[in-house]
């Protein structure tokens, strides 16, 4: 819609004086904040790599939109909180995307819906496995030094369907027509190192046995010393992810439920909880380490149930474990599982601020793609922020303490963190928090023959931000 024809109009709500809407004819945008995160993505060419994977099928003369400048339209899209094809058709224009795809805003527009729809859903299943290993490489590649332990969360999330997408079906427990992929995260560096779109009615631990084949051995290949930590919820606890990860030779950490047996078993020690709770009125947390086979199982597992007891009632949950030290020393075992909280908010990153859940192309294959576009928006995220994170620590907000910041406890790890994501809010915040602060920026765009020049308002209360991030993706490092 032009506003030519209905500009100007006055809204009279201020008694002072009235207040007068008129068309500029500057060259605006509303995203300038996305001109360090292109500055950052130059540096560790994360969308260079992505496009790499890809063939294209079209003659030269038929090329008016590269697919590099198509995968940067929906990546940096999806940041900027346009995760649909639909959304570029407004955006063709816009001077900040034009820049960020390589364009001068005098050089035409971007590629349409249309365009964009056709390159998803051109894309074939040997580039869905290029994919994959791009997003392993970028993985592996986020570990500066060789770790010495590298833990990987598996989970797998409802996305829910609006139409008649492939291989959508309708599962009772969501009680939704959906897909449900999976998602493995690492927790040294939050990046995400594999995804996968699945049908509708799988269980959560499909495929996961060679999803976890694949990510060990390019692992192994990086780093061959490497401990590999694998922790699930209770979704993946079938013999079969025991047994693959006894043949990969992970140490594993994986949910249960607490069935009638368990609970059987666990009801003495609930009991105390209960007790020493009633007598000092402070949260008990018991721990009972045994030797348990379901039927289901060739062999006993070990597992660890926690009790706990407190002003809202009780709790018990359980995990099965290869662990050393597990009988030693449970509450380590559980505690190291309950860290896994953290991959959980990778996921709600990944689905809910940038809308992986947004699979609406009829083709799986273009749903599945998709996927990896998403992915590949988080991760393009995650490096920035860890880059540019002002790596706070005790000390620097007020907390007096020896400890390293892994080894605090209740009530230091909580205030730490809150005081952590006041003072550093972008080092430690969601994409939302990233668009509101440093994305939607709004600025004028002045070509001239020389130069291309962004006017930021004076008034912008995130321009301080804007000048540290943009300063630290100027310093950062080029990957070779």
Not at 184 to 193: F, G, L, R
Request: with cysteine; glycine share 6%.
């Amino acid at each position: 819609m032009s506003l030519q024809g209905v500009l100007p109009f006055v809204f009279d709500f201020l008694p002072q004086k009235r207040i007068e809407v008129e068309v500029s004819a500057a060259r605006l945008t509303g995203d300038a904040g996305l001109l360090p995160v292109r500055q950052f993505d130059e540096a560790i060419q994360l969308t260079a790599r992505f496009a790499g994977a890809l063939r294209d099928q079209r003659s030269g003369a038929d090329i008016t939109h590269t697919q590099l400048s198509m995968v940067r339209q929906r990546i940096y899209g999806i940041l900027a909180g346009y995760e649909d094809q639909n959304d570029h058709d407004a955006l063709r224009s816009d001077p900040a995307f034009q820049l960020i795809c390589d364009r001068l805003p005098d050089d035409g527009e971007l590629a349409s819906q249309p365009t964009l729809s056709r390159f998803e859903n051109a894309v074939t299943i040997a580039e869905l496995w290029r994919l994959r290993d791009v997003l392993c490489d970028e993985f592996l590649g986020a570990f500066r030094t060789p770790p010495a332990r590298i833990t990987l969360d598996l989970d797998a999330f409802d996305d829910e369907a609006h139409g008649r997408q492939q291989l959508i079906m309708f599962h009772g427990f969501y009680e939704q027509y959906q897909y449900l992929p999976i998602v493995v995260t690492c927790a040294e560096t939050d990046m995400v190192a594999l995804v996968g779109l699945r049908h509708g009615t799988c269980p959560a631990w499909l495929g996961a046995d060679d999803d976890l084949r694949y990510l060990a051995r390019r692992i192994r290949e990086r780093f061959p010393d490497v401990e590999i930590v694998i922790r699930a919820d209770g979704g993946f606890a079938t013999p079969l992810m025991y047994e693959v990860c006894e043949e990969l030779r992970l140490t594993h950490t994986i949910g249960l439920g607490m069935n009638p047996r368990l609970k059987a078993l666990s009801a003495d020690l609930l009991a105390q909880a209960q007790k020493q709770f009633d007598e000092t009125g402070l949260q008990q947390r018991l721990f009972l380490a045994l030797e348990y086979q379901a039927d289901s199982w060739p062999a006993p597992r070990q597992v660890v149930i926690k009790c706990e007891a407190h002003a809202e009632g009780t709790n018990r949950r359980a995990v099965s474990t290869n662990r050393p030290g597990w009988s030693v020393n449970p509450q380590a075992v559980y505690d190291e599982y309950a860290a896994r909280g953290e991959s959980e908010n990778r996921n709600k990153e990944l689905k809910r601020e940038l809308a992986a859940d947004r699979t609406s192309d009829h083709r799986f294959l273009a749903n599945f793609f998709r996927l990896y576009l998403h992915a590949a928006a988080l991760n393009l995220l995650v490096r920035l922020r860890r880059a540019t994170s002002q790596r706070l620590e005790p000390d620097d907000v007020g907390i007096e303490t020896d400890l390293p910041t892994e080894a605090l406890a209740a009530p230091q790890r909580p205030t730490f963190f809150n005081r952590r994501r006041r003072d550093d809010p972008l080092g430690e915040g969601f994409a939302c928090t990233w668009r509101t602060r440093l994305i939607k920026a709004a600025a004028e765009v002045i070509v001239s023959a020389r130069r291309v020049l962004i006017r930021l308002s004076a008034s912008w209360p995130f321009a301080d931000e804007y000048q540290r991030i943009s300063q630290a993706v100027l310093a950062y490092p080029r990957d070779s």
